[in-house]
T-cell receptor, first 114, second 112 residues
Framework: KQEVTQIPAALSVPEGENLVLNCSFT??????LQWFRQDPGKGLTSLLL?????REQTSGRLNASLDKSSGRSTLYIAASQPGDSATYLC?????????????FGKGTKLSVKP | ETGVTQTPRHLVMGMTNKKSLKCEQH?????MYWYKQSAKKPLELMFV???????ENNSVPSRFSPECPNSSHLFLHLHTLQPEDSALYLC???????????FGSGTRLTVV
């Protein structure tokens, strides 16, 4: 059974710091991996999608890497800002096509202090 | 807005009530999903509809009843719920998993 673990569960950093969020999964047979952001009481906003054949994706100050063989992904946030404060969720997709199922981690709650 | 709209945003209902959650997507996607997010637990998949047919039902109690009348609309009908069903219910859609999932803002449900 696929399990997704995110470490740390919570992280507090001062503004301007570069930081790394970690995600690990137990079964390397994934189709792709997606990072989401969730603000308190709100829905999920997709940040980056990495296909299983890719090593990384970048969007602005965000960079996500994927090492499928070791079952790991990292989300790197450069020059963090208070507006980055949110919970970051990692999810892996088990199958291709429209019937895929996302397995989520519990998330990392990030707080960026001004 | 992400292109996936959920209503209502908040809902308080008694255990004997019947209510429905609505989800609408304007992205032309061919699959829609219901997820449940409870405190301190990962998101849990409840139902998957692909091309308007249900393809997944993750052992969800029968007091939750989904309906997908067309590829743009998804409902979750609720009846005789329990307080432990209080959670954030999220709808998502996708056009083949290659392109990832798009989520709505969720309905915060409280059962009293």
């Amino acid at each position: 059974k696929q399990e997704v673990t995110q470490i740390p569960a919570a992280l507090s950093v001062p503004e301007g710091e570069n930081l790394v969020l970690n995600c690990s999964f137990t079964d390397s047979a994934i189709y792709n991996l997606q990072w989401f952001r969730q603000d308190p009481g709100k829905g999920l906003t997709s940040l980056l999608l990495i296909q299983s054949s890719q090593r990384e994706q970048t969007s602005g100050r965000l960079n996500a890497s994927l090492d499928k063989s070791s079952g790991r992904s990292t989300l790197y946030i450069a020059a963090s800002q208070p507006g980055d404060s949110a919970t970051y969720l990692c999810a892996v997709s088990l199958t291709g096509g429209s019937q895929g199922n996302l397995i989520f981690g519990k998330g990392t709650k990030l707080s960026v202090k001004p | 807005e992400t292109g996936v709209t959920q209503t209502p945003r908040h809902l308080v209902m008694g255990m004997t009530n019947k209510k429905s959650l609505k989800c609408e997507q304007h992205l032309g996607h061919n699959a829609m999903y219901w997820y449940k997010q409870s405190a301190k637990k990962p998101l849990e998949l409840m139902f998957v509809y692909s091309l308007e047919e249900r393809v997944e039902n993750n052992s969800v109690p029968s007091r939750f009843s989904p309906e997908c009348p067309n590829s743009s609309h998804l409902f979750l009908h609720l009846h005789t719920l329990q307080p432990e069903d209080s959670a954030l219910y999220l709808c998502a859609s996708s056009q083949d998993v290659d392109y990832g999932y798009t989520f709505g803002s969720g309905t915060r449900l409280t059962v009293v």
